[in-house]
């Protein structure tokens, strides 16, 4: 198998694997949720919900933006910077 191949088979897939924990993890706490006056639950919630978010458009930038004519390398730095400008 190419390195190619299972970057974006299996690296991916963890990658999403990993972002839907964060989903559920952020859906049981608002689920746990009794009002919105508690601030560590509220943050808990928005805390999943931002990283699973975060991990997510990573796994789609990468599937929509990556080539074989590009730089490995400097794609997989630009994807660490948190610019997304």
């Known amino acids: 198998m190419e390195a190619k191949t299972f970057w974006k088979n299996f690296s991916l897939g963890k990658e999403f694997y990993i972002a839907g924990c964060f989903i559920f993890n952020g859906l049981k706490a ?21 990283v699973e978010m975060e991990r997510l458009l990573k796994v789609v930038v990468i599937l929509i933006e ?20």
């Open 30 to 50: 608002f689920d746990s949720l009794k009002n919105f006056t508690q601030e560590d639950e509220i943050f808990e919630f928005f805390y999943n919900s931002s």
């Open 66 to 85: 990556h080539s074989d004519t590009i730089d490995q390398e400097k794609f997989a730095k630009s994807l660490i910077t948190h610019n997304h400008f």
